[in-house]
């Protein structure tokens, strides 16, 4: 059975982008909210290659902390991209202490299973609008059936450049007692060769 649609997190993309604008993702040091208009014609082949990144909190337990990690996207195997109203085009790794910023881990971020990659990239096209979500943890990124209310840390991708990409991030920890919930924005520029 497929994983089902993710069209729950388009909604969430919307609510939490900042207010301001932030400088390029060239420079580390701005990062910041970002509020930008998606491109229709937006690609996620930029996404592809080795990245610094930045969470940053704004709401949650820990929310004025951030921290920095790195991680790695690659283009998935042709063969297992299904074609459906979303795609995921983009899989890979990441190294980040999401629980600095309050966020879950949801499985291995360094999972390299192609059915259950550390991070994987999800591309939507609705009515002419592209969604771009990654997805952090392998628990997250399994093939088959998804609790509704499952845990998860996804980042809303708001901004794609050749230097790198950037927008908010949520995190919720699901149906779990005491609720824990994050987010905040994010920053990934490409690291130097």
């Known amino acids: 059975?497929?994983?089902p649609p993710v069209y729950l997190g388009i909604t969430a993309a919307f609510l939490i982008t900042g207010c301001?604008?932030?400088?390029?993702?060239?420079?580390p040091t701005a990062c910041g909210p970002v509020q930008a208009s998606f491109p229709p014609s937006a690609t996620v082949s930029p996404m592809v290659?080795?990245?610094?990144?930045?969470?940053?909190?704004?709401v949650g337990a820990t929310a004025g902390a951030s921290v920095a990690g790195s991680m790695i996207l690659v283009a998935r195997d042709s063969s297992l991209v299904e074609p459906s109203a979303y795609s995921q085009p983009l899989v890979g790794t990441a190294d980040i202490a999401?629980?600095?910023?309050?966020?879950?881990?949801?499985?291995?971020?360094?999972?390299?299973?192609?059915?259950?990659p550390g991070v994987a990239v999800y591309e939507q096209q609705v009515a002419g609008t592209t969604t771009v979500l990654v997805r952090l943890g392998s628990a997250s990124?399994?093939?088959?059936?998804?609790?509704?209310?499952?845990?998860?840390?996804?980042?809303?991708?708001r901004?794609?450049?050749a230097d790198g990409f950037a927008g908010g991030w949520a995190s919720s920890a699901g149906s779990t007692y005491p609720m824990q919930e994050a987010r905040g924005y994010f920053c990934a520029v490409r690291a130097q060769p």
């Open 1 to 3: 059975m497929a994983r």
């Open 20 to 27: 301001a604008s932030s400088a390029a993702p060239s420079d």
């Open 49 to 58: 290659g080795r990245f610094t990144i930045t969470m940053a909190a704004t």
């Open 98 to 116: 999401l629980e600095a910023v309050g966020a879950v881990r949801m499985g291995d971020l360094a999972a390299t299973d192609p059915l259950a």
């Open 141 to 157: 990124n399994a093939r088959g059936p998804a609790a509704f209310d499952a845990g998860h840390t996804t980042l809303y991708v």
């Open 159 to 161: 901004r794609i450049a």
